[in-house]
């Protein structure tokens, strides 16, 4: 079997290509291995989105409860009126 090979689906043709068993690769492969500095950036990033989430969601119902304590009138359901 040949590490590249054309295979027909229809009417477009397909290029299938293998990698070897032991795992090698051409030098001249279009994989490109990403910087140390850009994976620890991407780490740092998503870090700080989830905390800010969640900082986000803790401010947002310590400020809810401060307006239900200061405001009674906003924790209790609507009153409608039956005229």
Do not use: H, R
Request: with cysteine; proline share 6%; net charge negative.
């Amino acid at each position: 079997m040949s590490s590249e090979s054309q295979e027909q689906k229809g009417n477009s043709e397909v290029e299938v290509s293998s990698i070897p068993a032991d795992g090698s690769t051409n030098e001249d492969s279009t994989l490109v291995t990403v910087p140390l500095s850009f994976k620890l950036a991407s780490i740092l990033l998503v870090s700080a989105i989830g905390f800010g989430s969640s900082w986000s969601g803790g401010i947002t119902g310590a400020m809810k409860t401060t307006l239900k304590k200061v405001f009674p009138c906003l924790s209790q359901p609507p009153l409608i009126n039956q005229n």
